[in-house]
């Protein structure tokens, strides 16, 4: 692999799956030429599951600024959108080196995403009642071309943006404002980790999070408890939560967390490598980074 240039003047985007060294690599690069760690992971943006969704520790932020990491309430929602416009200041101070595993947030930062309004509670509820033939037959033609038909929630959000505003998911995102990041102005790393690498990882990762504490944080979040908010979708919580209530016993729990994980694992892999063919493959373990990546 020839090496990458890591250049000092530009942004960093590092994505990858599950467990597959992003933070690590973040926080190395700022401790090498400086910056800020920034956030791109839908989960980590909560307060509540820290140890859970591998936030990084009290000793990662005191070598680097993080930024974008539980700072929203658990008990709240939080679209791409939001994202978008929290990360838009960071962008035009220190050179921002942004990570995480959630595919959305890093192509609208370098694509774009067209400004539609939210969907009301209203519309919402009336899309929850109607079978996916019925969603779909509602659709333009154009928009269902763009749109994977099979996937029940890109149907259903392709219906809302409809009967919300009155016009076509295809023709809001032909008024897709200007990326924030256009990918030719940044250093775009994609951690490449094979099956057979990674899956041992995942599996230690889940006796890592019990030694640091992650029973007593799901305890900490068992009084407060609904499966409905969007931060309860973490891999882990719902079989956590069941641990407490006594329905599930802790071998039990952590089989689940394993098997949710690898299948995590395996659908970024197949995102990322529809995605983001543009970017630079990184494969792991990477070994010297000094080999790969030139600073």
């Not at 690069?29 to 992971?41: E, F, L, W």
């Not at 006796?207 to 408890?225: F, I, S, T």
Request: net charge neutral; no cysteine.
């Amino acid at each position: 692999m020839a090496p990458i240039d890591i250049s000092p003047d530009k942004p960093v985007l590092i994505a990858g799956p599950t467990a597959s060294g992003k933070s690590a690599l973040a926080l190395m690069i700022a401790q090498r030429q400086g910056g800020i760690v920034v956030n791109a992971d839908a989960l980590q943006v909560f307060d509540g599951w820290r140890i859970l969704t591998a936030r990084p520790n009290a000793a990662d932020t005191k070598h680097a600024p993080h930024h974008l990491y539980g700072h929203v309430p658990h008990d709240q929602s939080y679209s791409v959108g939001h994202w978008l416009r929290d990360v838009k200041p960071l962008l035009s101070g220190q050179r921002p080196i942004i990570v995480g595993g959630t595919g959305l947030y890093f192509s609208a930062l370098t694509e774009g995403l067209a400004d539609i309004p939210a969907t009301s509670a209203e519309v919402r509820s009336a899309a929850d009642a109607l079978p996916l033939p019925e969603l779909l037959s509602q659709l333009d033609a154009r928009t269902a071309q763009q749109i994977d038909t099979k996937n029940r929630a890109r149907v259903q959000r392709a219906w809302e943006v409809l009967n919300q505003t009155g016009q076509s998911l295809a023709d809001w995102q032909d008024q897709t404002p200007p990326p924030l990041v256009p990918l030719a102005s940044a250093t775009a790393l994609l951690l490449d980790a094979p099956k057979d690498w990674l899956t041992p990882r995942i599996e230690q990762r889940f006796d890592l999070m019990v030694a640091q504490g992650v029973m007593e944080e799901a305890r900490a979040m068992h009084a407060n408890w609904d499966p409905t908010h969007p931060s309860s979708k973490a891999i882990g919580a719902p079989e956590l939560m069941e641990f407490l209530n006594g329905t599930l016993s802790f071998d039990q729990v952590k089989e689940a967390v394993i098997i949710a994980t690898r299948q995590y694992a395996k659908r970024q892999r197949t995102w990322f490598n529809k995605r983001m063919r543009d970017w630079h493959k990184v494969t792991m373990p990477m070994g010297d980074a000094v080999d790969v990546l030139k600073f």
